[in-house]
């Protein structure tokens, strides 16, 4: 049974496994090798897809930055988040950005029911969900160990000449007066690398939520790139997501160097859509329609390769729909540790060992558009779009990837049943208003 999720853990009942969650930003569908990719290389991922489990219908929390990471972090879908949109209304009591809305004290983060089980947690990288001083901070929400940026605006700025580390501003000395030596993106993973090496007796938890591929188009070299008769941003862009790629391999081979492989598992996904989409190019979204900031595939599918030897199946692929907010329970569940009460996600861990899980439930993301509000909703085979009353669009998507042909007339049942799940999916915001039109 799935009582003690930690007894597939090599066969150790008291083991629990390491946690590494690694996710890009605006990382498209379809820009690795695994998932369809032509033109970038992505050697290390392409081999951790023949270790993992693949999944090709896994969701964002939402179709932007900051809401996506607070579904990831709370469990909580969109209709309930205290995140809702990169900026909503708010007059800011510190020195963060007018607009920029920080997760509440009371919020209780993945780190925070980890440690309840006795993890170690870290995180590098963005965090997007609170400014300084505000009731938003890693270090507040479970970290123990947090370098990065706080700031989704300053996040792009690869040769930043600070970064956070715990409360404090650390320079980078290498980037005084505009020099360019350092590249954050670098210094992100060699904390990542001392974090594991550090904690390698376990349990750990570390959130490595890379910054790149997003735009500022800033990098040391476009290597293997520079012959490419591409446009510059393009043949950065590639040059990002290669680089990404050699360094979630150099974490997988710390893992198997410290003999720790086997006893922890790794995720690898992206915060939403492809931002350009580089059609033509590099087709990031695929099949997909629209891309990043649009409730339609292309925004808030994601690329999802979860691994854990000898538990998760290799090399398999899996078409089980399933998303951010599902990610708290899960990691609970694998730590044998208790989430909060009223989230929206589900412990997906049958799934990710292989097995069969019946699971006939809601998805649910949301976006507020100068005042309106704008719902998409995913239920087994069907995707329900709606702008304010009545779903007027749903899409077979395991037919129809592209959601090209809208099939609502011909299926009022499913519009019905759709419909009346909305009617109390949602709480409003002061943040975000609504204009009620109904």
């Given at each position: 049974?799935?009582?003690?999720?930690?007894?597939?853990?090599?066969?150790?009942?008291?083991?629990?496994?390491?946690?590494?969650?690694?996710?890009?930003?605006?990382?498209?569908?379809?820009?690795?090798?695994?998932?369809?990719?032509?033109?970038?290389?992505?050697?290390?991922?392409?081999?951790?897809?023949?270790?993992?489990?693949?999944?090709?219908?896994?969701?964002?929390?939402?179709?932007?930055?900051?809401?996506?990471?607070?579904?990831?972090?709370?469990?909580?879908?969109?209709?309930?988040?205290?995140?809702?949109?990169?900026?909503?209304?708010?007059?800011?009591?510190?020195?963060?950005?007018?607009?920029?809305?920080?997760?509440?004290?009371?919020?209780?983060?993945?780190?925070?029911?980890?440690?309840?089980?006795?993890?170690?947690?870290?995180?590098?990288?963005?965090?997007?969900?609170?400014?300084?001083?505000?009731?938003?901070?890693?270090?507040?929400?479970?970290?123990?160990?947090?370098?990065?940026?706080?700031?989704?605006?300053?996040?792009?700025?690869?040769?930043?000449?600070?970064?956070?580390?715990?409360?404090?501003?650390?320079?980078?000395?290498?980037?005084?007066?505009?020099?360019?030596?350092?590249?954050?993106?670098?210094?992100?993973?060699?904390?990542?690398?001392?974090?594991?090496?550090?904690?390698?007796?376990?349990?750990?938890?570390?959130?490595?939520?890379?910054?790149?591929?997003?735009?500022?188009?800033?990098?040391?070299?476009?290597?293997?790139?520079?012959?490419?008769?591409?446009?510059?941003?393009?043949?950065?862009?590639?040059?990002?997501?290669?680089?990404?790629?050699?360094?979630?391999?150099?974490?997988?081979?710390?893992?198997?160097?410290?003999?720790?492989?086997?006893?922890?598992?790794?995720?690898?996904?992206?915060?939403?859509?492809?931002?350009?989409?580089?059609?033509?190019?590099?087709?990031?979204?695929?099949?997909?329609?629209?891309?990043?900031?649009?409730?339609?595939?292309?925004?808030?599918?994601?690329?999802?390769?979860?691994?854990?030897?000898?538990?998760?199946?290799?090399?398999?692929?899996?078409?089980?729909?399933?998303?951010?907010?599902?990610?708290?329970?899960?990691?609970?569940?694998?730590?044998?540790?208790?989430?909060?009460?009223?989230?929206?996600?589900?412990?997906?861990?049958?799934?990710?060992?292989?097995?069969?899980?019946?699971?006939?439930?809601?998805?649910?993301?949301?976006?507020?558009?100068?005042?309106?509000?704008?719902?998409?909703?995913?239920?087994?085979?069907?995707?329900?779009?709606?702008?304010?009353?009545?779903?007027?669009?749903?899409?077979?998507?395991?037919?129809?990837?592209?959601?090209?042909?809208?099939?609502?007339?011909?299926?009022?049942?499913?519009?019905?049943?759709?419909t009346e799940f909305l009617r109390n999916v949602r709480t409003e915001t002061p943040h975000w208003p609504t204009k009620r039109t109904n």
């Amino acid at each position: 049974g799935l009582n003690d999720p930690r007894a597939h853990a090599s066969g150790d009942r008291d083991a629990k496994p390491n946690i590494v969650f690694i996710m890009a930003d605006d990382l498209g569908y379809a820009d690795l090798g695994c998932y369809g990719q032509k033109h970038i290389r992505t050697p290390h991922l392409d081999r951790m897809a023949t270790e993992s489990l693949r999944f090709t219908n896994c969701y964002t929390g939402a179709s932007v930055c900051a809401p996506s990471r607070c579904v990831l972090m709370t469990g909580q879908h969109l209709g309930h988040a205290t995140v809702r949109g990169d900026k909503g209304i708010n007059e800011p009591p510190h020195d963060g950005q007018r607009g920029r809305i920080p997760l509440k004290a009371s919020d209780i983060t993945v780190a925070t029911v980890l440690k309840t089980a006795g993890y170690a947690t870290g995180i590098t990288g963005k965090w997007g969900l609170g400014e300084p001083g505000s009731t938003g901070l890693p270090n507040d929400h479970g970290f123990d160990e947090w370098l990065g940026y706080l700031n989704q605006d300053h996040a792009p700025d690869y040769f930043t000449e600070f970064l956070w580390r715990n409360k404090e501003k650390m320079p980078l000395e290498g980037n005084r007066n505009n020099q360019q030596r350092q590249y954050s993106h670098d210094v992100l993973t060699e904390f990542a690398l001392d974090f594991i090496r550090e904690h390698r007796g376990g349990p750990f938890f570390l959130y490595v939520p890379y910054c790149i591929p997003h735009a500022r188009y800033q990098i040391p070299t476009v290597a293997p790139y520079e012959n490419e008769p591409w446009e510059d941003d393009a043949k950065v862009h590639a040059a990002m997501i290669t680089r990404m790629d050699r360094d979630v391999g150099r974490i997988l081979a710390l893992l198997k160097d410290l003999d720790i492989d086997g006893s922890t598992i790794v995720f690898f996904c992206s915060d939403n859509g492809s931002a350009r989409g580089w059609a033509c190019v590099f087709d990031s979204c695929g099949p997909l329609r629209e891309k990043k900031r649009s409730l339609y595939e292309g925004g808030i599918r994601t690329p999802m390769l979860v691994r854990w030897p000898g538990n998760t199946p290799a090399g398999r692929v899996s078409d089980v729909p399933w998303y951010f907010a599902d990610v708290l329970p899960t990691l609970a569940d694998l730590a044998g540790a208790t989430p909060p009460d009223g989230i929206d996600g589900v412990s997906v861990l049958p799934t990710l060992l292989g097995r069969a899980q019946k699971l006939d439930r809601f998805l649910y993301w949301e976006q507020v558009k100068s005042g309106v509000l704008w719902q998409a909703v995913r239920w087994g085979r069907w995707k329900a779009l709606r702008k304010s009353r009545e779903p007027k669009e749903l899409y077979d998507v395991t037919r129809d990837i592209s959601e090209t042909t809208n099939v609502a007339a011909g299926h009022a049942e499913v519009i019905a049943r759709i419909t009346e799940f909305l009617r109390n999916v949602r709480t409003e915001t002061p943040h975000w208003p609504t204009k009620r039109t109904n």
